[in-house]
């Protein structure tokens, strides 16, 4: 798509019409009356609510936050008076005329509909939650979670008294939050997904301990099926859900969380070009293919880092920034570029947190982009210093390049800074090598000398550099050597899942390596992959030349195991 860049000069008081608040539509609001006091700035939000935390929304359900009125970022009032916005609640626009530059408006409250001018339009309708064509799907308990009214619904029905029983369709991150928030109100709680894993987003072993963290908290798991009906009583209220498989669910509350799907109609209607994720496509300074239009938030392509590409990513990051930007453009004429998203996020499970930015492997393997992965498991500081909990981390980088094209990060403390490094260093097209020698930080309540970031990086190098090969941790190993380096009490208390294996424990290697044949592909193990390195790199300088470390060792091993086997 063309780049605008003063193509279409302004006047110097324009006026800016803005459809959406939340975070894309206020961000680009405020950031254009910060840039041009003169402008004419016109929002139009169908709901009450202009601007709102809707991150934060499971956590005001279970309590964690205990003040309705933190979840409001901005008033409607606040805008008007501090930033000298016209703001127009519950007023939905239903329609843009691109040759005259007018919008239809409906005032929801009155029915009646008018017509507002524009110098440039910036849309921000964001997305809605998707909600099947099912039987039982308009019960007033089955709720959706999107919004404030969305949240004032599922507390009032988790308040209520006899709400004993939960189903939360899909296990994304907002379903997740809110298995965790319904067990924190004493909420028995179900969860439904039909991908055979919880986040899919996660490559499957990743998200194992996910799994395990849930169920330790007494949440039933019903993976690889879909919801088939929600079953209502007499008085119209949902009182079981129904799977694909015949499994019967009661539920007091059922909460869809399958996800969204981008309000785009106002843009399809007029003409505007959609790009291949399903989103409008736009420029680097989010034009859409007119350019006097911008796109924002959920319902806009952003330029996608790993691939270069153009993606749809709905998250509340990308949504501020490009709406400051496409605010700034807008009311200027001129702006930086939309910088590269990555796709970083984080999501809390009750103990355990999960992290990623960029590509998985999985993902790699549907856009057919070249990858390779290696696996660490380390605590987040210093062994030695009290405390210290196991991070597994997985890195994704080009085999031709070295160039890191994702990671995911799962465990307890240090999960979420170890992903906020990899994907800065990844906004500056860094290469494993680059990760690497990063000086960062180390003190021993806080890390390491040789952080998490840096275990990855080496072993990626290795990789690289032809000192070390890595297998996934869920290859399937039968025809080779397979060699657990772990003691004998390790290796009997946990045999290595899924394939046959011979134990020598890695200080008995060298005495006893005339038990192995060098002639045979050979694959070594630990508990991690740390004492696999090793016994690798002695196996190779004794005549062994088709070697390869288990990536992420015996445990990394069960959970792709696991992870397979619930996958049928």
Do not use: W
Request: proline fraction near 5%; charged fraction near 20%; glycine fraction near 10%.
């Amino acid at each position: 798509m063309n780049q605008h860049q003063d193509d279409d000069p302004l006047d110097a008081a324009p006026t800016i019409v803005i459809v959406g608040g939340v975070a894309g539509g206020a961000s680009a609001a405020t950031r254009a009356r910060r840039m041009n006091e003169k402008a004419e700035i016109i929002l139009f939000e169908k709901d009450e609510y202009v601007s709102f935390a809707n991150c934060g929304l499971p956590y005001y359900i279970g309590g964690e936050i205990t003040d309705r009125n933190k979840l409001l970022v901005a008033s409607a009032d606040m805008l008007r008076h501090r930033f000298h916005l016209d703001v127009r609640t519950r007023q939905e626009v239903l329609a843009i005329d691109r040759e005259q530059r007018f919008v239809t408006v409906k005032r929801l409250d009155s029915g009646e509909t008018y017509t507002q001018t524009y110098d440039r339009l910036i849309l921000s309708p964001g997305a809605s939650p998707f909600v099947p064509p099912i039987d039982g799907a308009p019960a007033p308990n089955v709720l959706t979670l999107r919004n404030i009214p969305d949240t004032d619904a599922i507390k009032a029905q988790v308040d209520r008294d006899g709400t004993e029983s939960a189903v939360v369709v899909g296990a994304g991150f907002i379903g997740l939050e809110m298995v965790e928030q319904l067990v924190h109100r004493g909420v028995k709680t179900t969860l439904v997904e039909l991908q055979p894993q919880v986040l899919p987003l996660l490559d499957a072993e990743m998200a194992q301990p996910l799994a395990e963290e849930l169920r330790r908290h007494g949440v039933a798991m019903h993976l690889g099926t879909g919801i088939e009906r929600i079953v209502t009583s007499a008085n119209g209220r949902a009182e079981s859900v129904e799977l694909a498989d015949g499994t019967s669910l009661a539920a007091d509350l059922v909460i869809l969380g399958i996800g969204v799907r981008p309000n785009t109609k106002l843009a399809v209607e007029a003409g505007l070009e959609i790009g291949r994720s399903g989103g409008i496509a736009t420029n680097d300074f989010m034009q859409t293919s007119d350019p006097s239009i911008y796109a924002v938030g959920d319902v806009a392509e952003y330029p996608y880092g790993p691939t270069a590409g153009r993606q749809r990513i709905a998250l509340a990051g990308p949504a501020n920034r490009s709406g400051r930007l496409a605010g700034e453009h807008a009311a200027t004429g001129r702006s930086a570029k939309m910088a590269s998203v990555m796709g970083t996020s984080v999501v809390r499970v009750f103990g355990i947190t999960a992290a990623m930015t960029g590509l998985t492997m999985s993902l790699a393997g549907r856009l057919k982009q070249s990858a390779r992965a290696v696996t660490i498991i380390a605590g987040h500081h210093a062994g030695y210093y009290p405390g210290a909990e196991a991070l597994t981390l997985k890195l994704v980088y080009e085999p031709e390049t070295g160039r890191v094209l994702g990671a995911q990060a799962v465990g307890g403390a240090g999960v979420d800074k170890r992903i906020d490094v990899i994907a800065t260093a990844m906004h500056f097209g860094a290469t494993v090598s680059d990760l690497a020698g990063l000086d960062l930080a180390y003190a021993p309540p806080y890390g390491s000398a040789k952080d998490p970031v840096h275990m990855a990086a080496f072993a990626a190098s290795n990789d690289l550099r032809g000192i070390e090969s890595f297998v996934e941790a869920g290859a399937d190993l039968s025809g080779r050597q397979v060699v657990d380096v772990r003691t004998t009490m390790e290796s009997s208390e946990a045999p290595l899942a899924g394939t046959e294996s011979v134990n020598i424990p890695l200080d008995q290697l060298r005495e006893r390596i005339g038990e192995l044949d060098p002639k045979r592909p050979t694959v070594v193990s630990c508990a991690v992959g740390l004492r696999g390195h090793v016994a690798s790199r002695i196996l190779r300088q004794h005549g062994f030349n088709d070697v390869a470390n288990l990536s992420g060792g015996a445990i990394q091993r069960t959970r792709a195991v696991e992870a397979q086997a619930s996958r049928g």
